[in-house]
């Protein structure tokens, strides 16, 4: 029998654990579990909806859309199941126009990002809206949620990344669940 993902997840954590980092990679796990039907936006909104709650400290406009986030995403009544495909349209959108600065550089253009929560959002937002649809995108989203820059390791997977991880194995498991109650 193959090893199930919420195994090699675990094994993720594992070497969190005893090596104090794993590389992102590691996530490549995830393009297989993404090629079922409707995990890719089922994950975009989990992503968006974890990252709107984090919006706590924002001032200014960056506060004014982490608001208007958590009202589509957080704070809908439970008679709508799924945030209104318009009003998730208009944000994904506001988003893309708040950070879409760029700085051109020797090797290529750069996109300046003022603050990760709100590309976290964004990015859920577009997989959740359809306008982006593979496997990859889905991998993407989670290594750009869960990786963390520490000065000893770099950008990976360390220290705050290991609650993202085993995060990320609660949503599996939980949406496996929910696929095996529409099957009966």
């Not at 997989?127 to 000893?152: K, V």
Request: glycine share 6%; charged share 30%; hydrophobic share 40%.
């Amino acid at each position: 029998m193959p090893p199930r993902i919420q195994d090699k997840l675990a094994a993720i954590i594992a070497e969190i654990d005893s090596t104090g980092h794993a590389n992102t990679t590691r996530l490549t796990v995830l393009k297989k579990w993404f090629e079922h039907p409707r995990r890719l936006r089922a994950f975009g909104l989990w992503v968006a909806e974890r990252a709107a709650a984090r919006g706590d400290a924002a001032t200014g406009e960056t506060a004014e859309l982490f608001a208007e986030a958590r009202a589509l995403l957080t704070e809908r009544p439970l008679s709508e199941p799924m945030p209104g495909w318009t009003a998730t349209e208009v944000l994904q959108r506001r988003l893309v126009a708040f950070q879409n600065t760029f700085r051109d550089h020797p090797w290529g253009r750069v996109r300046i990002i003022k603050n990760k929560d709100l590309l976290l959002i964004e990015e859920g937002l577009a997989l959740y809206l359809g306008q982006r649809r593979t496997p990859y995108d889905g991998y993407r989203l989670a290594a750009d949620d869960c990786e963390h820059y520490d000065p000893h390791f770099g950008t990976n997977l360390n220290g705050p990344a290991r609650e993202r991880v085993t995060a990320l194995i609660a949503f599996v498991t939980t949406t496996e669940a929910r696929e095996g109650e529409s099957l009966d």
